[in-house]
């Protein structure tokens, strides 16, 4: 018995170690799927060679030798169903046996990893693949630099200094498709990041702010509402595949790496740009890129912001749609006004240093509009105040008490008059309880000037400027010169209020030479206070004005020092609190979906920035850390056989619609449950007697985004970088993936050292078919030659 023990204990380490003893390690990807890794290390690696494997296989029944006997073309004999995976004759022993250090995975529903609704072969998007691959290229390059040992081993997989090892990526099939992806994503990253200050566009007074619209092809929305449970069943129900309404070649999600594409596209989207670390002193010149400011706007979640600069510059409006903060900056004392729909936060916007006013949609600031550049006036007789007509709770009606509000009327870009309480609004003049109206004409501001409690009227023609003053408690306003901005100022103390109840809006709009600022000095509250989603009110304290803030979609007010734009701060989609000093509009800082700081001067730097784009530019610039040296593409996926080329009419209007129709109406509809191979049959068997190999069909979600995936790989070729060595190797005859597709994608490809090797007498399973040696025989000659060629590759690591 004690031999009979002894015996089945060798045989199990035996078996153990049938595989390489590979190093088996997990990571949760950032969907919290658990992704299962193998390492197989050396001593002193001369690189570091990333396997990955292809559609429905995995990393080992990919690169390792099936524990089988093939008895003729048609019939394989498995020798042990549970030790499948032979190292020895297997391409990862041959790459050892030349100093390379293995790596692998399983990517997510493949192999032992975890799949989404446990449905293998199966996954939401070909960018998720893409992500998997990245983070674990990132993870190898950290432990190898964190750490000379690998688990409680005592040999080094590093030379003795500690040197970044030169990685190179094999890709099979589809694996192939993502190694060429990869370095597209991480290359436009690298370009983007480079160009920052290229691109910076400054402007000089009076110039027109022009943008460079560009497209973007990897736009998918990386934030989208993923509420699936592992466990959920109900496959025609499925949240994940409800925002498939995106094209084909929005390939790339979260990483959004915007670019300005050098290929033709079928569809132009403005980019928006990121700055980093862009100061708020206005005595420096801000460096930044501007793309699309001339009347632009943006959605989905980008954030946009403005300067402008001199007097003599126009403004730019900038609209903000669905949660989209847009601000504009102003100077020489203009106030600009702001539009918003569907709950946001209204942006600033000017034009021809006109001050134009605020109106917004669904439960957001409805201020009163005017047509033919005409205000319309109210009239009071007899101690009656003129009220204004509202419809559906929209424009409220102005109230006064004891012998306070004066109505006023006015003519060609007027102003009209406002309701107050006990000798708080300064309007137009009053004797003796009466009504006395102002007018004015030529665009001019009529402002009123009061004695003692006494509200005096006061006329102006030309353009001229009658200022007033108040004493004794009473509201002053005052108006400007040239076109200006006419604010209102209060002193000893005095609040100028205005009230409204019920959605009820007290503000009115102007356009075409209109007054709409308010300023505060000596502790006065220049505020508006409201009730069920109005604006709220501001108040100051020691001549410092205090930042207001709104719940539930509500526009916080303003204030202003020193003829500057007050802050204003916001909750739940608005406009975080701008600080600003000398006629110069400071940075904006905001929360969930908001603006991006802004500065002016006489020459004018306008750029925009946004906390996803400064995420993606830090997750995807990492091409020199990874320290690529060369790529491989084992029969890629390039192009299929059985359908049109990537770029051509009918590839992109008929194939890509199709598919991505029925990806809506039933994505996890399952197609044939084998691809048309037609090499041996035996690899079938091999394929069917795998225990850990996908064998259900592939969903007709997949199978759009594998056609979108090669799209996107077509149409992003020129971001391939020109500096790293690429391979392709692919047959001939090979019955999935097109070879003339693959030749003529090399043709295309703008490379300093790249190299095609097309295979005799082979299909599709390059790596198990008969004559793979010779494969493997040419990319292990092909590597040593860069590692040969380049005997500064490996870079010492700071």
Same mark, same amino acid.
């Given at each position: 018995?004690?031999?009979?023990?002894?015996?089945?204990?060798?045989?199990?380490?035996?078996?153990?170690?049938?595989?390489?003893?590979?190093?088996?390690?997990?990571?949760?990807?950032?969907?919290?799927?658990?992704?299962?890794?193998?390492?197989?290390?050396?001593?002193?690696?001369?690189?570091?060679?990333?396997?990955?494997?292809?559609?429905?296989?995995?990393?080992?029944?990919?690169?390792? =030798?099936?524990?089988?006997?093939?008895?003729?073309?048609?019939?394989?004999?498995?020798?042990?169903?549970?030790?499948?995976?032979?190292?020895?004759?297997?391409?990862?022993? @041959?790459?050892?046996?030349?100093?390379?250090?293995?790596?692998?995975?399983?990517?997510?529903?493949?192999?032992?990893?975890?799949?989404?609704?446990?449905?293998?072969?199966?996954?939401?998007?070909?960018?998720?693949?893409?992500?998997?691959?990245?983070?674990?290229?990132?993870?190898?390059?950290?432990?190898?630099? $964190?750490?000379? @040992?690998?688990?409680?081993?005592?040999?080094?997989?590093?030379?003795?200094?500690?040197?970044?090892?030169?990685?190179?990526?094999?890709?099979?099939?589809?694996?192939?498709?993502?190694?060429?992806?990869?370095?597209?994503?991480?290359? =436009?990253? =690298?370009?983007?990041?480079?160009?920052?200050?290229?691109?910076?566009?400054?402007?000089? @007074?009076?110039?027109?702010?022009?943008?460079?619209?560009?497209?973007?092809?990897?736009?998918?929305?990386?934030?989208?509402?993923?509420?699936?449970?592992?466990?959920?069943?109900?496959?025609?129900?499925?949240?994940?595949?409800?925002?498939?309404?995106?094209?084909?070649?929005?390939?790339?999600?979260?990483?959004?790496?915007?670019?300005?594409?050098?290929?033709?596209?079928?569809?132009?989207?403005?980019?928006?740009?990121?700055?980093?670390?862009?100061?708020?002193?206005?005595?420096?010149?801000?460096?930044?890129?501007?793309?699309?400011?001339?009347?632009?706007?943006? !959605?989905?979640?980008?954030?946009?912001?403005?300067?402008?600069?001199?007097?003599?510059?126009?403004?730019?409006?900038?609209?903000?749609?669905?949660? +989209?903060?847009?601000?504009?900056?102003?100077?020489?004392?203009?106030?600009?006004?702001?539009?918003?729909?569907?709950?946001?936060?209204?942006?600033?916007?000017?034009?021809?240093?006109?001050?134009?006013?605020?109106?917004?949609?669904?439960?957001?600031?409805?201020?009163?509009?005017?047509?033919?550049?005409?205000?319309?006036?109210?009239?009071?007789?007899?101690?009656?105040?003129?009220?204004?007509?509202?419809?559906?709770?929209?424009?409220?009606?102005?109230?006064?008490?004891?012998?306070?509000?004066?109505?006023?009327?006015?003519?060609?870009?007027?102003?009209?008059?406002?309701?107050?309480?006990?000798?708080?609004?300064?309007?137009?003049?009053?004797?003796?309880?009466?009504?006395?109206?102002?007018?004015?004409?030529? $665009?001019?501001?009529?402002?009123?000037?009061?004695?003692?409690?006494?509200?005096?009227?006061?006329?102006?023609?030309?353009?001229?400027?009658?200022?007033?003053?108040?004493?004794?408690?009473?509201?002053?306003?005052?108006?400007?010169?040239?076109?200006?901005?006419?604010?209102?100022?209060?002193?000893?103390?005095? +609040?100028?209020?205005?009230?409204?109840?019920?959605?009820?809006?007290?503000?009115?709009?102007?356009?075409?030479?209109?007054?709409?600022?308010?300023?505060?000095?000596?502790?006065?509250?220049?505020?508006?206070?409201?009730?069920?989603?109005?604006?709220?009110?501001?108040?100051?304290?020691?001549?410092?004005?205090?930042?207001?803030?709104?719940?539930?979609?509500?526009?916080?007010?303003?204030?202003?020092?020193?003829?500057?734009?007050?802050?204003?701060?916001?909750?739940?989609?608005?406009?975080?609190?701008?600080?600003?000093?000398?006629?110069?509009?400071?940075?904006?800082?905001?929360?969930?979906?908001?603006?991006?700081?802004?500065?002016?001067?006489?020459?004018?730097?306008?750029?925009?920035?946004?906390?996803?784009?400064?995420?993606?530019?830090?997750?995807?610039? !990492?091409?020199?850390?990874?320290?690529? @040296?060369?790529?491989?593409?084992?029969?890629?996926?390039?192009?299929?056989?059985?359908?049109?080329?990537?770029?051509?009419?009918?590839?992109?209007?008929?194939?890509?619609?199709?598919?991505?129709?029925?990806?809506?109406?039933?994505?996890?509809?399952?197609?044939?449950?084998?691809?048309?191979?037609?090499?041996?049959?035996?690899?079938?068997?091999?394929? =069917?007697?795998?225990?850990?190999?996908?064998?259900?069909?592939?969903?007709?979600?997949?199978?759009?985004?594998?056609?979108?995936?090669?799209?996107?790989?077509?149409?992003?070729?020129?971001?391939?970088?020109?500096?790293?060595?690429?391979?392709?190797?692919?047959?001939?005859?090979?019955?999935?993936?097109?070879?003339?597709?693959?030749?003529?994608?090399?043709?295309?490809?703008?490379?300093?050292?790249?190299?095609?090797?097309?295979?005799?007498?082979?299909?599709?399973?390059?790596?198990?078919?008969?004559?793979?040696?010779?494969?493997?025989?040419?990319?292990?000659?092909?590597?040593?030659?860069?590692?040969?060629? $380049?005997?500064?590759?490996?870079?010492?690591?700071?």
């Amino acid at each position: 018995m004690g031999e009979t023990e002894l015996d089945n204990d060798e045989l199990r380490k035996t078996v153990f170690n049938i595989d390489g003893n590979p190093k088996v390690g997990h990571f949760y990807n950032k969907d919290g799927l658990l992704l299962k890794t193998y390492r197989w290390p050396v001593k002193k690696a001369a690189g570091i060679v990333l396997l990955l494997h292809g559609l429905k296989g995995h990393a080992r029944f990919t690169y390792l =030798k099936p524990n089988a006997e093939v008895i003729d073309n048609n019939e394989v004999l498995v020798i042990d169903d549970d030790n499948y995976y032979v190292y020895s004759g297997s391409w990862v022993e @041959k790459f050892n046996q030349n100093e390379y250090s293995v790596y692998a995975m399983d990517l997510q529903g493949h192999g032992e990893s975890e799949a989404r609704k446990n449905l293998r072969g199966h996954f939401k998007r070909f960018n998720d693949l893409v992500d998997d691959v990245l983070q674990y290229m990132n993870q190898i390059q950290d432990e190898i630099a $964190n750490d000379n @040992k690998i688990d409680d081993e005592s040999y080094s997989i590093v030379p003795a200094k500690k040197q970044k090892l030169p990685m190179y990526i094999i890709g099979y099939s589809m694996g192939g498709n993502i190694a060429l992806r990869i370095l597209q994503i991480l290359n =436009k990253a =690298k370009v983007k990041n480079n160009s920052k200050l290229e691109d910076t566009v400054i402007y000089a @007074k009076a110039d027109t702010l022009t943008g460079d619209c560009t497209n973007i092809y990897d736009s998918d929305n990386d934030n989208d509402n993923d509420n699936d449970n592992d466990d959920d069943d109900d496959d025609d129900d499925d949240d994940d595949d409800d925002d498939d309404d995106d094209v084909y070649y929005d390939v790339y999600d979260g990483d959004n790496v915007n670019d300005n594409n050098p290929t033709n596209k079928a569809t132009n989207v403005s980019e928006v740009v990121d700055i980093n670390n862009v100061s708020n002193d206005n005595t420096t010149k801000h460096y930044a890129c501007t793309y699309c400011i001339a009347n632009g706007s943006t !959605c989905d979640n980008d954030s946009v912001s403005t300067t402008t600069g001199g007097s003599d510059i126009d403004n730019f409006s900038v609209s903000a749609d669905d949660s +989209v903060a847009a601000s504009t900056s102003t100077e020489d004392n203009v106030v600009a006004s702001t539009s918003t729909e569907y709950n946001e936060v209204p942006s600033t916007s000017t034009e021809d240093n006109v001050v134009a006013s605020t109106s917004t949609e669904d439960n957001v600031v409805v201020s009163t509009s005017t047509e033919d550049s005409e205000v319309p006036s109210t009239s009071t007789e007899d101690n009656e105040v003129a009220s204004t007509s509202t419809e559906d709770n929209e424009v409220a009606s102005t109230s006064t008490e004891d012998n306070v509000v004066v109505s006023t009327s006015t003519e060609d870009n007027e102003v009209p008059s406002t309701s107050t309480e006990d000798n708080e609004v300064a309007s137009t003049s009053t004797e003796d309880n009466e009504v006395a109206s102002t007018s004015t004409e030529d $665009n001019a501001v009529a402002s009123t000037s009061t004695d003692d409690n006494a509200i005096a009227s006061t006329s102006t023609e030309d353009i001229v400027v009658a200022s007033t003053s108040t004493e004794d408690n009473v509201v002053a306003s005052t108006s400007t010169e040239d076109i200006v901005v006419a604010s209102t100022s209060t002193e000893d103390n005095v +609040v100028a209020s205005t009230s409204t109840e019920d959605n009820v809006i007290a503000s009115t709009s102007t356009e075409d030479n209109v007054v709409a600022s308010t300023s505060t000095e000596d502790n006065v509250v220049a505020s508006t206070s409201t009730d069920d989603n109005l604006i709220a009110s501001t108040s100051t304290e020691d001549n410092a004005v205090a930042s207001t803030s709104t719940e539930d979609n509500a526009v916080a007010s303003t204030s202003t020092e020193d003829n500057v734009v007050a802050s204003t701060s916001t909750d739940d989609n608005a406009v975080a609190s701008t600080s600003t000093e000398d006629n110069a509009v400071a940075s904006t800082s905001t929360d969930d979906n908001a603006i991006a700081s802004t500065s002016t001067e006489d020459i004018v730097v306008v750029g925009t920035s946004t906390d996803d784009n400064d995420k993606n530019d830090d997750k995807y610039n !990492c091409l020199d850390k990874l320290n690529i @040296k060369g790529c491989v593409s084992l029969a890629g996926m390039v192009s299929f056989e059985r359908i049109a080329q990537p770029g051509t009419y009918l590839f992109n209007y008929v194939y890509l619609p199709v598919t991505h129709f029925l990806s809506y109406i039933a994505p996890n509809l399952e197609t044939k449950s084998e691809l048309p191979y037609k090499g041996y049959p035996f690899i079938d068997n091999l394929c =069917k007697l795998d225990k850990y190999r996908g064998n259900r069909g592939v969903t007709v979600k997949c199978v759009y985004e594998l056609i979108k995936a090669m799209g996107a790989l077509n149409d992003d070729i020129n971001y391939i970088p020109k500096d790293i060595p690429i391979l392709f190797v692919h047959a001939k005859e090979d019955s999935i993936c097109y070879y003339k597709g693959v030749e003529m994608f090399y043709d295309r490809l703008h490379s300093d050292n790249k190299e095609l090797f097309p295979v005799d007498n082979m299909d599709h399973s390059i790596t198990l078919e008969p004559g793979n040696e010779q494969v493997l025989e040419k990319i292990i000659k092909w590597l040593n030659n860069l590692k040969n060629n $380049n005997k500064n590759a490996i870079e010492n690591q700071e």
